[in-house]
Structures are given as structure tokens and as C-alpha cells.
């Protein structure tokens, strides 16, 4: 376990899981850095991760992580890339023997690894000091300042506190959860006023106490922008998932003014997964969060605006102008504007789902509530990436995960390196031709009721946690009327509304739609939303690339 010490100092973190290495590694590090930094020594990556998440709790800083690569159960590859998701802003070394350089090397692509030393590293004053001092003075110039964290007291099984914190985390809020029943949720419960009859209640980092707060509300009072600094911009992306994010990232790094308008929390169901191991550049795989919290922070340097919890309910044509109109009755206008709203889970349709969602019943991953299935039997409901991602992020833990497949076979949905990876995991079973007839529990899951489809025969199992990953319905009934969509409700663009080589009703220029532009003129669709569209992150990342270069022909010709 790491070592404890003055809080009150920034720390540089050290894991070895040879006890001698690790003490002179500490020893090193204290001779040179110990009277301004708090060093914190760990023998395991999990003692390591469990030292970071506490200090994070605390609101301390981390500067740098140094990880030996050779570490039995999680090697330092392993733990620096959960490290990141804890603190992305440290810096991250890996101390390396001279035959795994090769494996440091990948180590840059996959965490971001600021340097690697290789063993010995005496004399230091030669090989660790001066790599130190730039990876410290490099953290010192940047913006490291602790964010206070958010309080959230709530119930375990309620689903509207399971909302918050699944809000609050999606958005890289950092909070600490606290039950209702515990004595320091007690007593925060009391500092409020409240009786715990409404809940949750929300202490913002100010102490601002907010009971049942609704998503716009939470998003101003966590520091998160919900407001758009301007009244006209070039463009308006709608949707932050990778559709949103990438032509967020091309439009303001190629001069557009852009704000990015999105309806809950950006990463959209990429963001929710817990392994993307088929993106570009990442042969390790990455995490849904990590992803998106990369892509979030680029759009921002590059100058795009991001509005979370801003629900867009109507697009209309004034002259040149492009309208977007918000829930509350405000807008903001735009010479074009991208339509990347994604798609949602559909809704498992059987008798008790619905009043146990948020309680057991879980639609999309839910990270956050991973670690309350440690040891529990699992059920997830898909076929697809998605459902394979969560069954062996799942399987981590859990003592059993059993995917429900309606289908026949595995094959006719999910990639073939997920398939591997699930029938090699001994904790995953897969039952094809199984759907969930019904659900049942008094305040959260308890028992579902499973059908075989070819012989209809019904089975009760014990069960406190489903996710379900079935189907994807488009987010486009508020622009009925405004952009052709086809019977499904996606989005037609480019060649699909000239199928017989006439432009679509309505179409007043001399030209046809460009290749990503709807029926509206300057109105682009990108990602999940189009019609026909591929359904990956690679897919939708290129596509919002590809939309901002449109937009700019269809400035230039405007």
C-alpha cells in the first residue's frame, strides 16, 4: 500500500512491485524532490490505483506517475492507462528494462507516455533527476489546478440518483458518492434541511445544496457551460458523440466559429464503452471516457464552444441563417450547422423493465455502476460491439456475465476479435436464441424471466444487474418536418434524396446536395443519424471531418 504523508503537498506517485526496487526508486525520489512533493510509493498496480483514487477524493494533485512495465496481474502499460482515466493531467513514465523497449515505445500510443528510463537508472543525477525536472516544470506550466469535488448523496437503488452520477461522471465531473444510510451521508443530509424523503441531493464544490436537480440546472451549478457566448456562429454541431466531437475539432481548428450543442454528455455511446479495440492508432484499445475526454479537450483548444445539457427541439430556415431552438425556448443561429445527434438505446419492451430502470435495469453501460457488480451474477441483453465491449469490461469482476442474444449466432453482429475474446473468457456465457420475457423486484432486480424462442419454454434466474444494448432509434423526431428522414427515422443526405436524379421538394439551388447535406440547404448530417451510415467511431469521426470540409464549399458558394 502506498505510503502515507502531508496531504497538503502535490505528489509524485512510484509503483514496482519488487520491494527493493520500490524503495530505492522512493529513496531517489525523496533526496531530491521530498521537500516540495509528497511521495507516495506503491508495490501493485491495484495498491497504486487505489492510492490515486484516494487522493483524488481528497482533491490532492498527482505531477507524475512513474510505473515499472514488469508488474504481475496489471503491468505498468496496464496501470498508467487506468491511471489516466484518475488523472490525465500527470505525467506518466515507465521504467523499463532494456528488452522491453519495444513495448514502452507502443506505451506512447496507447497512454500518452511522456518518457520511459530504463533499469538501472544510477546515477540518477544523470539519468532520473534531469527527466524529472522537465516532466515537472512541464506540469507546472500547465493547468493542474484541483477541481473541488462535487458531493452526491443519494441510494443505491434509485434511479434518478444513478442518473446524476452517471451525468456527473460522463462529463468528467469529479464527485464523491454518498449513501443516504451512511453516517456522512447522514449528516450532509442534515446540513441541508433534508429528511433523505428527496433524493438525490447535490453539494456543489461552492457547498451549494441542489435536491432533485435536473440536468441543466446540475451542468450551470458543476461549472459545466450550458450558455452560448454568442448569438451567430459559422457553424452549430449538434450532438457530441465522435460524429460531434471530430467535426468540432476540424470546424474551429480550420477558423470557424463553433459551438457544439449537446443534449446530455459528450461521447454519445462511444463514450459509454469501456474498450474500443478496433480505432485507429490505438492497438491496445481505449476507453470510451478516455476518448471522448481527449477529443473534448482538443475541440476546446482549438477554440469550439461545448454546451452540455441543451436540449435542441427545432431547426429553421431564416434567409442565410440556420436557427437551432433549445428546450427553454432560446436559440442561436449559424451560416450551417451539422446534425451528429446519434442514436439511443432502444427500449426492452417486457412486463417490470420499466419501473426497475436505474434500479438493476440499465440501458447503455453504465460505468458507474460497474463496481456494484463485483462478484454478482451479470445478464446483459445485444448481440452487438457494444454488448460484447460491457460483457468483458464486466467479466473483470463480476463472478458470472451471461449475453442474451436473440439471434442465432454471435457472427451476424459482433467483430470477430470481440467473439474470440468472449469465448475464450471461462466468466462469459453466451445464450443465443434467449430474450428477457419479464422482470421482477420490489425497489430494484431481482429475478428475471428468461423465454428460449424456438420452444418458447420460460426459466426464472436470480439477477440484480441487466444491461441491455438492443437496436438503435435515431434522435430526429424534432426535425420532422424540417429534413427528410426515411421510415426509420434516419437522416437522407447527398445521393439518397436524388435516387432518380431530381433534387429533393423544395431544393432552390442550381446544384445537387452535396454528399453529407440534407434536404435543407447548409444543413450536414454526420455519424449514426445518417441513413446508411456505418456505425463505428472510426466511421463517424471521419464523417464529421468530412462535413466541415463541405461546409466550407458551401460558405465559399454562399
Known amino acids: 500500500m502506498a505510503q502515507a504523508a502531508d496531504t497538503a503537498r502535490t ?39 487505489e492510492a490515486l483514487r484516494e487522493l483524488k477524493l481528497r482533491g490532492d494533485l498527482v505531477a507524475v506517475i512513474l510505473a515499472d512495465y514488469r508488474m504481475p496481474q ?79 448523496v443519494g441510494h443505491r437503488w434509485s434511479a434518478r440518483s444513478s442518473d446524476v452520477r452517471e451525468f456527473l461522471a460522463r462529463n468528467q465531473v469529479p464527485y464523491r458518492w454518498y449513501s443516504a444510510d451512511e453516517p456522512e451521508g447522514r449528516r450532509l443530509l442534515a446540513a441541508a434541511g433534508q429528511d433523505g424523503s428527496r433524493l438525490p441531493l447535490v453539494v456543489t464544490p461552492e457547498g451549494a ?202 457472427a451476424a453482429s459482433m467483430s470477430h476479435y470481440l467473439i474470440q475474446q468472449i469465448e475464450q473468457a471461462p466468466n462469459i456465457t453466451v445464450r443465443c436464441g434467449t430474450v428477457v420475457d419479464a422482470a421482477h423486484g420490489t425497489g430494484r432486480l431481482e429475478q428475471l424471466t428468461l423465454r428460449d424462442i424456438a420452444t418458447g419454454k420460460t426459466e426464472p434466474v436470480d439477477a440484480q444487474w441487466l444491461f441491455v444494448f438492443i437496436g438503435a432509434a435515431p434522435r430526429t423526431d424534432w426535425l420532422d418536418g424540417t429534413v427528410l428522414r426515411d421510415e426509420r427515422g434516419f437522416i437522407l443526405a447527398g445521393p439518397d434524396l436524388t435516387p432518380d436524379g431530381r433534387p429533393p421538394a423544395g431544393w432552390e439551388l442550381d446544384r445537387p446536395p452535396y454528399h453529407l447535406e440534407t434536404s435543407v440547404p447548409g444543413v450536414f448530417v454526420a455519424g449514426d443519424a445518417r441513413a446508411e451510415s456505418a456505425k463505428r467511431v472510426a466511421s463517424a469521426v471521419g464523417e464529421g471531418a468530412m462535413a466541415v470540409m463541405l461546409v466550407h464549399r458551401y460558405l465559399e458558394q454562399s
Not at 502499460?77 to 488523472?87: P, S, T, W
Request: aromatic share 6%.
Open 209 to 410: 445544496p441542489l435536491v432533485e436537480p435536473e440536468a441543466p440546472e446540475l451542468a450551470a451549478r458543476v461549472g459545466l457551460a450550458t450558455t452560448p457566448t454568442a448569438e451567430f456562429y459559422d457553424l452549430v454541431v449538434i450532438g457530441g458523440g465522435p460524429a460531434g466531437l471530430g467535426a468540432a475539432v476540424y470546424g474551429a481548428s480550420e477558423g470557424l466559429r463553433t459551438v457544439l450543442v449537446e443534449r446530455s454528455a459528450t461521447g454519445g455511446q462511444a463514450g459509454q464503452s469501456s474498450r474500443i479495440e478496433n480505432y485507429l492508432g490505438f492497438p491496445d484499445g481505449v476507453s470510451g471516457a478516455q476518448l471522448t475526454d481527449r477529443a473534448r479537450r482538443q475541440a476546446a483548444k482549438f477554440g469550439a464552444e461545448i454546451l452540455t445539457a441543451r436540449e435542441v427541439t427545432g431547426l429553421e430556415v431564416n434567409g442565410a441563417a440556420r436557427i437551432v431552438r433549445f428546450s427553454d425556448g432560446s436559440a442561436v443561429a449559424a451560416h450551417s450547422v451539422i446534425l451528429a445527434t446519434g442514436v439511443s438505446y432502444r427500449q426492452l419492451d417486457a412486463p417490470g423493465l420499466t419501473e426497475l430502470t436505474g434500479c438493476g435495469v440499465f440501458y447503455g453501460s453504465a460505468l458507474t455502476e460497474a463496481a456494484g457488480c463485483q462478484g454478482q451474477d451479470v445478464y446483459i441483453v445485444g448481440g452487438a460491439n457494444s454488448a460484447g465491449q460491457a460483457a468483458m469490461y464486466l467479466a473483470r469482476g463480476a463472478k458470472s456475465v451471461t449475453l442474451l442474444v436473440r439471434g442465432e449466432s454471435l
Open 74 to 152: 496489471m503491468n505498468g502499460i496496464e496501470f498508467l492507462e487506468q491511471a489516466l482515466d484518475v488523472y490525465p493531467g500527470a505525467r506518466r513514465v515507465l521504467l523499463t528494462a532494456y528488452a522491453d523497449t519495444n513495448a514502452a515505445i507502443d506505451a506512447i500510443n496507447v497512454v500518452d507516455l511522456d518518457h520511459y528510463l530504463l533499469k538501472p537508472w544510477d546515477p540518477p543525477e544523470e539519468k532520473l533527476y534531469p527527466v524529472l525536472d522537465d516532466l515537472l516544470q512541464a506540469w507546472r506550466a500547465s493547468d493542474h489546478r484541483p477541481v473541488p469535488s462535487t458531493k452526491v
Open 11 to 49: 505528489v509524485i506517485l512510484t509503483v514496482d512491485d519488487d520491494p527493493g526496487v520500490s524503495r530505492a526508486v522512493a529513496r531517489d525520489l525523496r533526496r531530491r524532490y521530498g521537500a516540495s512533493y509528497r511521495i507516495v510509493r506503491a508495490e501493485s498496480g491495484e495498491s497504486a490505483l
